[in-house]
């Protein structure tokens, strides 16, 4: 009896841990079917790079909307004749076209030396590291071996995205669905060091009531004031970080200190006390946050993988193969 006990909580441990997808990655995935895989991602990234910022900021939010919904299998990449797949629900109708192309182009360099091998998903999640690395942030180890989802529906978007005037309790909830801390969370809205937001996102809190928000800096709220105006063009976008938007860096928790957040889910890290200290910690010491955030990209990669059998290897990431 205790022997069919012991084999049957072995293998209830085994399907266990093949269901919640961890520990299935790993850092040399191809070391013997494309060793060069990093280094053709990374030339075809710095060429991006070369010829516009945006691709920074647009592949690290690529990675991020991807992994959200239905995990991180590059169902975000895929383009549907009827304006259905996920990138166009609201919510993912802002991610810039330059960080879908960076991916492509990295595909079509890595397909040019290992045909159907190498996964759009891999391929994104290498991407995400090398802008971090090329805006000036922390390196780190990727891990491999994800495969490209089959599911790309606008209608399985809403809900599993922070919204920009999320408070502290639904951005945990979001978070812990995906397996991520607080910590991590706080870590990962640092992404917001770099890049922009078009007005509309954040207009609630300078004209939505008689008052601006009273957890803005009144300086700050003058310049977001001036840059986006009562019924601005829709088009018009600010640097998220107004000090150093083009660098990876801990100011964008110094700015929250400061009262220059630019989101509510930005400004409530500092506001509120159990997340204040986190803030505090990672506005003062640059080497915390670095090495939080390269745990919580890590922990990000394997939300939702597909592994094994499970999806496919795309020849076309804006395409299913069949």
Same mark, same amino acid.
């Given at each position: ?49 070369? %010829? ?170 003058? %310049? ?51 997340? %204040? ?46």
């Amino acid at each position: 009896m205790d022997v069919a006990w012991r084999g049957l909580f072995l293998g209830l441990m085994a399907f266990m841990i093949m269901k919640s997808g961890e520990g299935q990655l790993v850092e040399n995935f191809y070391s013997s079917s494309c060793p060069n895989v990093e280094a053709i991602v990374s030339q075809a990234v710095s060429t991006k790079f070369s %010829q516009t910022f945006t691709t920074i900021p647009a592949t690290l939010r690529l990675f991020f909307h991807d992994c959200f919904v239905e995990g991180c299998d590059a169902s975000v990449m895929i383009a549907s004749p009827n304006s259905d797949a996920e990138k166009d629900s609201e919510d993912n109708l802002s991610l810039a076209g330059d960080g879908f192309d960076t991916v492509i182009k990295a595909k079509q360099a890595v397909e040019a030396s290992c045909p159907g091998i190498v996964s759009c998903a891999d391929i994104l999640a290498i991407a995400a590291r090398d802008v971090v690395v090329l805006a000036g942030g922390p390196s780190f180890n990727v891990e491999l071996g994800r495969r490209d989802g089959l599911i790309s529906k606008a209608s399985r978007v809403a809900g599993n995205l922070p919204g920009p005037d999320f408070h502290l309790n639904e951005l945990n909830t979001i978070f812990a669905r995906n397996n991520l801390s607080q910590i991590d969370m706080i870590a990962l809205s640092g992404a917001h060091t770099l890049g922009f937001s078009h007005c509309d996102r954040f207009a609630d809190r300078l004209y939505s009531s008689s008052t601006v928000d009273p957890t803005l800096d009144p300086d700050y709220a003058k %310049q977001l004031e001036a840059a986006c105006p009562r019924n601005v063009d829709p088009s018009i976008a600010i640097d998220m970080d107004p000090v150093t938007p083009r660098t990876f860096d801990n100011v964008y928790y110094q700015n929250l200190v400061a009262g220059k957040g630019l989101f509510t889910t930005d400004q409530v890290l500092f506001t509120d006390s159990e997340s %204040q200290p986190t803030v505090v910690d990672f506005a003062n010491n640059p080497g915390a946050f670095n090495g939080a955030f390269v745990t919580a990209m890590r922990k990000l990669g394997r939300v939702g993988i597909k592994t094994g059998k499970v999806g496919e290897i795309r020849r076309d990431c804006s395409a299913f193969n069949s």
